[in-house]
């Protein structure tokens, strides 16, 4: 299938490629299967999502029906929703709460953890059937960081804690905002396709450098709003943020808070009757976290990557967002806002409203993000003879140095990509 390398990375000249091939061959595809979705950790859930026992959501993780519940003793489970008798998707609801589920198929039903519960006319198997053995299988691993569940196809993986490397200080700033540290999903979800390559999300996601460009409609509405959106000379943004290396092909911005953050700015679009509420939370983070802490919690921004498919934006409202490829050339998008469980109605009703109106599929980002994407897709058609995308903006910096606006923190991701991709 390859000739020429996917990444070509030139220190010397400050020059790094990607192959475009990468974006369109169903031949890569079939290797990121295999290679990254089959080995590393892939986000499955918000432990709020299965608050109570008998609690569940059905989901697609790494290309696998999963069951995400949490059994009749409190325990979460990450099961393959895939009946041990013929292999048909057991539990076919999205959400609910269960004692058990039900195949339709021939009516064998499960318990909560899993173990099989009965088998219609089981004598029929004669006396060495047993049920302990045919279950839903377990994903062979499931463990979480701060309620993040995340499930791991390789049972020889790293753990969790050691993979998310330096991603857990990220996550802590966004559980932070909590007082008592437990933030929830908060119910209703976003749901759209892109035609277009999967990765292209993950760049897209962290990249500062088309804010300008591509975000227009947006920049003038902050404008209308009243919000400072004024350029210091040198910079393209407001302020300057870092694209940082988070290790193991994790990656983050780190910004300074310009846009406006839902429970601590942004008194412009919310209105002067927010400012006592978020005066409040704004006391409560200092008397619990300190002066210098609180600051980084509430009044900066990160759009992280959790490789390979999971972005935490922190910016004007946390959303969760998760992707998995349909084909090299379209992904299915899942995106969920994350709240403190302390938040009142009126932050809520704040918080929601940011959700919508930046992240949303409807808001003033993600439409212009999709036709950037989809626009990039379409040109990839012509690879033969226009074959590499240039990411080497800042390149000629030292790491410490890089940018939001450098691609420093996509090169991250690329790199782990290509690691992989070429590990046998
Ligand atoms: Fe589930 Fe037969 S396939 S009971
Ligand atoms: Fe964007």
Redesign the pocket.
Known sequence: MKNAPWVLENRDENSFLINREAFISDDVLKLEWRKIFNTCWIYVGHASEIRNPGDFQTRKVAGRPILFCRDVNGEVRALLNV??????I?CREREGNARGFY??????TFNTDGSLKA??GEDAYGPKFDRSTHGLTPAPRLESYRDFWFVNFDPDAVSLDEYLAGAKDYIDLVVDQSPSGRMEIISGTQEYDIKANWKLLVENSVDDYHIIATHTTWIQYMINSGVNMKRPKGLLLPSAGKGVDLGNGHLTTDNPNYRGRPVAKWISVYGEEAKADIDHIREELVARLGEARAERVANTNRNLVIFPNLVINDGSSVTVRNFTPVSADLMKVTSWALGTVEETKEQRARRLHAFLTFYGPGGFATPDDVAALEAAQEGYSAFREAGWNDLSRGMHKAPDDQLDTDEGHMRCFWRKWSQLMEAN
């Open positions: 009946c041990s008798h013929r292999g048909a057991v195949c339709m198929y021939h009516g064998w088998a219609p």
